[in-house]
């Protein structure tokens, strides 16, 4: 499993930020219907955490559409559980 790939984000007031997946997160980085979390992301760039804060809910609000999607597939798929059951 690797997750230490270092990945950039331009953010809108604090400039180019670099970030990681945390360690922790295993095996869930391949999957295709993974919720990413706040507590998944690691700040690399040294900040003080008032900047910290901001830029990793910018962060974490662009992965809203991915977020969204697995949302609806899990939603979608439930949806036809309990008609299977019916």
Do not use: C
Request: charged share 35%; aromatic share 10%.
């Amino acid at each position: 499993m690797k997750t230490d790939w270092i990945y950039q984000f331009d953010s809108t007031e604090d400039g180019t930020v670099d970030w990681q997946y945390r360690p922790s997160i295993g095996e869930k980085i391949y999957h295709a219907h993974w919720m990413i979390n706040k507590k998944d992301i690691l700040i690399r760039t040294k900040l003080a955490d008032a900047p910290k804060k901001r830029v990793l809910q910018e962060l974490f609000e662009s992965f809203a559409e991915e977020n969204q999607s697995v949302r609806d597939h899990n939603n979608k798929k439930a949806r036809e559980r309990r008609a299977k059951k019916s």
